[in-house]
């Protein structure tokens, strides 16, 4: 167990609707990763959040977005959604220091039927 | 851009024999970190073994080892003693920590190994 933890496991949802992923940090961590894992596009990152704070952003769709809340949970919303974005959505946790090693969650499995 | 590339998409290995999984990646940094990520069929993400650029020393964990060339660029992974839970994607990984400020990762495509009894 990584003490990562997302909610929900697998999701099926139509296109053109809008999921919310959630995403509970390990005890300690203050920085959320999210990256979508695909079979066209592999495992790529897709947005860092700092103690709430947007520090990086990678391949993230316009459709996408992410926030981190006081509690430090995460959240990422996708909204009208293409038969293209089923994939394995991971979050992941760090500590703040260069270099640390990130904690992934068992990812939510997103089908757009 | 940095890239990371694994050349072998799958590979397969006799129980208790040892295997090599070879990753490349392309950088102009001299400060980074090197990550083995296995993904068995739970697809559980879980860290094999972390390698820090500027330490020579090559890292270790038990029976996975890493063979880290920095001049090549060569980050390759070594599994002794092959145990069939050690079937799973292996994932290479690269982060570059643009000064602290993230250290998010870059992935390789992946090898999918297969341990057989």
């Known amino acids: 167990d990584s003490g990562v933890t997302q909610t929900p496991k697998h999701l099926i949802t139509a296109t053109g609707q809008r999921v919310t992923l959630r995403c509970s940090p390990r005890s300690g961590d203050l920085s959320v990763y999210w990256y979508q894992q695909s079979l066209d596009q592999g495992l790529q990152f897709l947005i860092h959040y700092y103690n709430g704070e947007e520090r990086a952003k990678g391949n993230i769709l316009e459709r996408f977005s992410a926030q981190q809340f006081p509690d430090l949970h995460s959240e990422l919303n996708l909204s009208s959604l293409e038969l293209g974005d089923s994939a394995l959505y991971f979050c992941?946790?760090?500590?703040?220091?260069?270099?640390?090693?990130?904690?992934f969650g068992q990812g939510t499995r997103l089908t757009v039927v | 851009a940095q890239t990371v590339t694994q050349s072998q998409p799958e590979m397969s290995v006799q129980e208790a024999e040892t295997v090599t999984l070879s990753c490349t990646y392309d950088?102009?940094?001299?400060?980074?970190?090197l990550f083995w990520y296995k993904q068995p069929p739970s697809r559980q993400m879980i860290l094999v073994i972390r390698q820090e650029a500027y330490k020579q020393q090559n890292a270790t964990e038990n029976r996975f080892s890493v063979n880290f060339q920095k001049a090549a660029k060569s980050f390759s992974l070594k599994i002794s003693d092959s145990q069939l839970g050690d079937t799973a994607m292996y994932f290479c990984a690269f982060m570059d920590p643009l000064g602290g400020a993230t250290n998010k990762l870059i992935f390789g495509t992946g090898t999918l190994l297969a341990v057989q009894p």
């Open positions: 950088t102009s940094e001299s400060n980074y970190y």
């Open positions: 992941a946790s760090s500590r703040d220091r260069v270099g640390a090693e990130a904690f």
